[in-house]
Every structure is written in structure tokens, then in C-alpha cells.
């Protein structure tokens, strides 16, 4: 007799040898709707028999709406998930993390018909799979890590279409990225999903700021790349969120360059761009703020705005309303300068639902200020002097 027959919600951590395996086989799946199970083979002596029992498991859950797996430990074997499984007819969410898969396997979950979040982590040893072999038409949610950029760039590559995709959410554990690897991920984009449907892109690269100082990555000769890297996007497409955290800064942006991507992004609701914890040395690795005037001017329902950049007090600051702007950073601009006392003033005009604003120290590390504590600090610097 099954154990728990009517049982909806199964959670099982497997991380040592106990009495959890021996239940395995006498728990009823039938019902399930949600099904997580973490696993960490190292831990056994016979990783295959429980990997057999889990199959199993998977197989008898037909009714499960969300399953999430994590599959550790040192297989001789890829683990073949899903090769029986035909009946996850109603399995909307997925979330993998597992050292190896069969590429069958991976084959199989592009198969399931209902499929519409996939989260999945891959790593060196990730099985070769043939170009355009892997079908998600009906995903709307691609959360992607990856050890490199360069296997998620080739786990990209696998897949044949992404038509209905929303929301496209990319890490890696490397810290400072190259900017043909960026491009690459930006023309996988581009092939795979549709500019109807795609508003949301994040690109993380792992954030060396809580290491030691004197353990930080070596910097490249030419430190930092420029939002070219993302041309593919602006033909057709009209993205809502753009977040890039990718630990350098940025070099000069050109005016034409922003007034193209904000002309094709009018729909835009946030831009952020986050360069870590590396400062720049110079004007050449940072964005002058009148070449993102373009944002202000044509995405009217701009509410977030968090590009590092230098100003000059002699730029002209047009009269643009950004009714909706509430976050905004200003990157590595002196507190007691007459730079920020102008662009101060200027926000407190141009955008009335601003609160505050961010910059970076001379340390890189983020402070928050008001508006009105910004102009008063500043005015009481500027009668000091």
C-alpha cells in the first residue's frame, strides 16, 4: 500500500545514507504538484541505485506542476532523467541543477508541453548537444547559470527557438567578462527570441567586492566595453528592463549611440549597469551624463536609471520631465562639487518623484543621498569657499 496517497507536496533531501531511500519506492506520486529533491551521490556508495529510485519517482509524477532537482555527486554515468516521462503534461516550472545530464534527457524536457519557467545551471562536462536540437517554443522564462559564459553561450546555441520568451536571466561565476563573449550572448538573444514578447534581459558575472582587496582579477589592457555589444537588440526589439552586472566600467558612450537605443526602448522601465567594484581611473572609462539625456527625453516611462558616469558643470542640462524616474545613480561624482550641486538642482525640477540619488566613493562602494542634503551640502561648501 502507498504511503501517503493523497499527498501534493513532496520536499526530499537525500545529502547522507539513511531510512529516506528506503521510503522512496512506497510513496505515492500520483497526486503530486510540487516535487523537490535534493541529492548529493558523493555521499553514496551506490549513487546509481538511488539515482534509479529517484527515476522512478519522477516517472510515477504525472500531476506535478513544479519540480525542482539538485543532482550532485561524482557519476560515472550522466543520470538519464525524464527518458520514460512522457506524462508531464502539466509541469510548468522547471529548475535543474545537476552536474551532468544525458543529452536524451535534456532532449526530453524540451518536450514537455506545458513548460513555461526553465532555471537550470550548466558546468563543464554539460553533454554536446547539436545545434538547434533543444525545442522551448512555450517557454516565457529562461533563468541560465553557468560556470563560463562561453557554455552558457553553447547551451544557447542547443536551442531552437525561444518565440514566447519574456524574460531571459543570465549568471556566471567568472568575474570580468570579454566583450566578444558578450556579444555572442547578445546574438543568441537576438536568434532565439521574439521582439514581441521579449522586455526583461539580466547578464550578472559574479561580484568579487567582498574579496580581498589584494585578490582582485587581473585587469584587462583596455578595461571595459560600451553598450554596442547589444546592437543586435536594438533592431525590433523594445526591451522594458535592461540589468547588466559586469564588474568593469563602461567606455565613452557616444550620443547618437543612446538616442538609437532609447529610440527603439520607449518602453523602457529600467536600465541598470553595474560596474562591481572596479573604479574607474579616468574619463575614458566613464559616461558623460549628456549622452544619457536620450533616455530622459524619449522613454517617458523611465522609472530607473543606473549608468556610472562623469559630468562637467559646463554640459547643458535640458528641461525633460521624467515624472516616474524614482532610482537613479549618478556614479563617481564628488559629493562636495559644483558638478553635483548643478545636477541636483536639475533633478529636483525635472524629475519631482525623485527621492535620492546614488554615488560611488572613492572606494566604489555605494552611498545613498537626497536630494535636498546633496544641494544643502553643497551650498554650504560653496559659501565656505
Known amino acids: 500500500m502507498p504511503l501517503f496517497p493523497l499527498l501534493k507536496w513532496l520536499v526530499i533531501n537525500l545529502s547522507w545514507p539513511g531510512w529516506v531511500e528506503d521510503l522512496l519506492p512506497y510513496i505515492s506520486a500520483s497526486n503530486l504538484q510540487f516535487l523537490s529533491i535534493q541529492y548529493d551521490g558523493a555521499k553514496y556508495a551506490d549513487p546509481q541505485q538511488v539515482l534509479g529510485l529517484i527515476t522512478n519517482l519522477l516517472e510515477s509524477a504525472s500531476s506535478v506542476c513544479v519540480m525542482k532537482l539538485k543532482i550532485h555527486g561524482d557519476f560515472r554515468l550522466q543520470p538519464e532523467l525524464f527518458i520514460n516521462s512522457k506524462d508531464h503534461l502539466h509541469l510548468q516550472h522547471l529548475a535543474l541543477d545537476c552536474i551532468s545530464l544525458s543529452a536524451p534527457s535534456l532532449f526530453c524536457v524540451g518536450q514537455f508541453p506545458s513548460l513555461t519557467r526553465l532555471k537550470i545551471r550548466v558546468q563543464k562536462g554539460f553533454p554536446e548537444l547539436f545545434k538547434n536540437s533543444i525545442t522551448l517554443s512555450r517557454l516565457s522564462r529562461l533563468e541560465l547559470a553557468a560556470s563560463e559564459i562561453e557554455i552558457a553561450v553553447s547551451f544557447l546555441g542547443c536551442i531552437k527557438n525561444l518565440a514566447n520568451m519574456a524574460d531571459v536571466i543570465i549568471s556566471t561565476e567568472e568575474i570580468l567578462p570579454f566583450e566578444h563573449e558578450l556579444q555572442q550572448v547578445s546574438h543568441e538573444i537576438h536568434r532565439l527570441c521574439s521582439p514581441k514578447f521579449l522586455q526583461y534581459l539580466k547578464i550578472s558575472f559574479n561580484d568579487f567586492g567582498s574579496r580581498c582587496r589584494a585578490l582582485l582579477p587581473l585587469m584587462p589592457e583596455n578595461p571595459g566595453f560600451t553598450l554596442q555589444t547589444f546592437l543586435p537588440l536594438i533592431a525590433n526589439f523594445s526591451l522594458h528592463v535592461l540589468n547588466l552586472s559586469l ?130 551640502e553643497s551650498d554650504v561648501f560653496g559659501s565656505a569657499n
Open 247 to 376: 564588474q568593469l566600467p563602461l567606455l565613452l558612450l557616444s550620443r547618437n549611440l543612446t538616442e538609437e537605443m532609447a529610440s527603439a526602448w520607449t518602453n523602457l522601465i529600467s536600465i541598470r549597469i553595474d560596474p562591481g567594484h572596479i573604479i574607474p581611473q579616468d574619463g575614458d572609462v566613464a559616461i558623460h551624463f549628456r549622452n544619457l539625456i536620450p533616455f530622459f527625453q524619449v522613454c517617458k516611462r523611465l522609472r530607473q536609471l543606473y549608468i556610472p558616469f562623469q559630468h562637467t558643470a559646463s554640459d547643458h542640462l535640458p528641461c525633460v520631465p521624467a515624472t516616474f524616474l524614482y532610482d537613479l545613480g549618478l556614479g563617481y561624482i564628488s559629493l562636495r562639487s559644483e558638478e553635483i550641486l548643478i545636477l541636483a538642482r536639475w533633478l529636483r525640477v525635472i524629475a519631482p518623484a525623485l527621492p535620492e540619488v546614488s554615488l560611488a566613493d572613492g572606494r566604489g562602494d555605494i552611498i545613498v543621498y537626497s536630494i535636498y542634503e546633496l544641494i544643502e
